[in-house]
């Protein structure tokens, strides 16, 4: 069995001994996520054990499952064949938006547009609305979900921000190209918290250890159980890959 990088180490340690057995593999292959899902040894990703909850409870403060009937609403929600319609058409005009800011901050566009997909496809009426955002009725905002405490944690603002700062920062939330870039910034920043090398394009289809970042990443951002999985299920979603890899093919001319 290979010795673990430095940087697989450094996140066994930071997740509690996350108990990863086998060798950390990297096989040669297309960035995405279109490959079926590698688990080593059988391992499944988006299983936390207690003591790993714990840790990332105390370091972030994420907290816990959805309840029973919110996963009942969530799964119901991704079956509107019409809702997936628009969110993928939303995703067809943040791609450029996307692929920039992916390569900017090191991080695979299909995580990226994974969060995107479920977060667009499960927002709330009109909570990104101007006046509901000013009105402190929700916590995170655009279409990524990001709350004014990130801007703080990447230091765009103080620690103690005033009114006028706070109503700036919603502002910037609710632009959705400020917002894309906030969260790959966020994904930026957590993998260094974690110990991971910045540079690496983590990728859920070539090891459990990618796999396993990706899952975690993925719960410290939303703060949810349940999240992880469906992220990881959205990245090898056929529909998605071909939406940011692949290109649209003109009309047949069907006259000629």
């Not at 006046?131 to 009725?137: K, P, R």
């Not at 003109?250 to 006259?255: G, K």
Request: hydrophobic share 40%; glycine share 6%; aromatic share 6%.
């Amino acid at each position: 069995m290979a010795e673990p990088s430095r940087w697989t180490t450094a996140l066994l340690a930071t997740a509690a001994s996350l108990c990863l057995v086998g060798q950390w593999s990297h096989p040669v292959g297309e960035v995405g996520d279109q490959a079926p899902l590698v688990v080593e040894d059988r391992l499944e990703p988006t299983d936390f054990s207690p003591e790993e909850l714990k840790l990332l409870q105390r370091r972030f403060g994420v907290h816990g499952p959805q309840t029973q009937l919110a996963q009942l609403f969530t799964s119901g929600m991704d079956q509107l064949q019409p809702l997936r319609a628009s969110t993928l058409d939303r995703l067809r005009e943040l791609k450029p938006v996307i692929l920039r800011q992916a390569a900017a901050h090191q991080v695979n566009p299909m995580l990226i547009t994974a969060v995107l997909f479920d977060e667009i496809q499960h927002s709330k009426p009109g909570e990104n609305l101007p006046f509901i955002a000013h009105s402190g009725l929700v916590k995170t905002h655009g279409p990524a979900q990001i709350s004014v405490s990130e801007l703080i944690h990447q230091n765009r603002l103080p620690a103690n921000p005033t009114q006028e700062e706070i109503t700036w920062a919603r502002n910037q939330l609710l632009d959705p190209e400020m917002n894309i870039t906030l969260l790959a910034a966020k994904f930026q920043r957590l993998k260094l918290a974690l110990g991971l090398p910045e540079s690496l394009m983590l990728q859920a289809s070539r090891s459990y250890l990618d796999a396993k970042a990706i899952a975690t990443l993925t719960y410290l951002h939303n703060g949810k159980l349940d999240y992880p999985a469906r992220v990881l299920r959205y990245m090898q979603d056929p529909e998605l890959h071909g939406l940011i890899y692949g290109g649209r093919q003109p009309n047949p001319d069907i006259t000629v």
